[in-house]
């Protein structure tokens, strides 16, 4: 099983500025990693998958990055929408399904 | 548009059952790949089953043997039978359209299951 580990568990960025998340897999998972936004109270949503490639309707200021272990969420200039929670989930190898244990993002 | 609305969660004692519901709308669940995925509270998202195409079933090794993965394609509607409940399976329960690739695109707002005396 792979195991996903996400840092830092909490990011304290203020609006305006850039947003760097990471994203650990025990074992390549090649590019088979996806990031999903989860706000209080609602659903995760699928941000990327593919490690780069934006979900339908999520604006350009989200990207992501990597291969194989390393992976990278990054927001350009955060909103006050994208305060949120963060989940990686790596799919090169399932089931199991593993997702990383989230990263909280809040406002400065 | 697509849409999943999930029902059937509520107050349960330890051993007991409950069945949850996952309606779609905008697709047809018999020719997608489907999932549960549970969030116990204040915690993270914990994969829990999987419904293949096909009809083949995974599920992760916490509800092996207690949960079942079902669906009805007159009513375009997921199933989870969850038998034999523990505190331990207290979450929000949420079903999702799986990709073939393998991550979930599209999200139910979930269902909450509370297991306690």
């Known amino acids: 099983e792979r195991v996903m580990t996400q840092s830092p568990a909490t990011l304290s960025v203020s609006p305006g500025e850039r947003a760097t998340l990471s994203c650990r897999a025990s074992q390549s998972v090649s590019s088979s990693l996806a990031w999903y936004q989860q706000k209080p109270g609602q659903a995760p949503r699928l941000l990327i998958y593919g490690a780069s490639t934006r979900a339908t309707g999520i604006p350009a200021r989200f990207s992501g990055s990597g291969s194989g272990t390393e992976f990278t969420l990054t927001i350009s200039s955060l909103q006050s929408e994208d305060f949120a929670v963060y989940y990686c989930?790596?799919?090169?190898?399932?089931?199991?399904?593993?997702f990383g244990q989230g990263t909280r993002l809040e406002i400065k | 548009e697509v849409q999943l609305v999930g029902s059937g969660g509520g107050f349960i004692q330890p051993g007991g059952s409950l069945r949850l519901s996952c309606a779609a709308s905008?697709?047809?669940?018999?020719?997608?790949?489907m999932g549960w995925v549970r969030q116990a509270p204040g915690k993270g998202l914990q994969w829990v089953s999987l419904?293949?195409?096909?009809?083949?079933?995974y599920y992760a090794d916490s509800v092996k043997g207690r949960f079942t993965i079902s669906r009805d394609n007159s009513k375009n509607t997921l199933y989870l039978q969850m038998n034999g409940l523990r505190a331990e399976d207290t979450a929000m329960y949420y079903c999702a359209k799986f990709s073939r690739m393998g991550y979930f695109d599209y999200w139910g707002q979930g269902t909450l299951v509370t297991v306690s005396s």
């Open positions: 419904f293949y195409t096909g009809g083949t079933t």
């Open positions: 989930q790596q799919y090169h190898n399932w089931p199991p399904i593993t």
């Open positions: 905008g697709f047809t669940v018999s020719s997608n790949y």
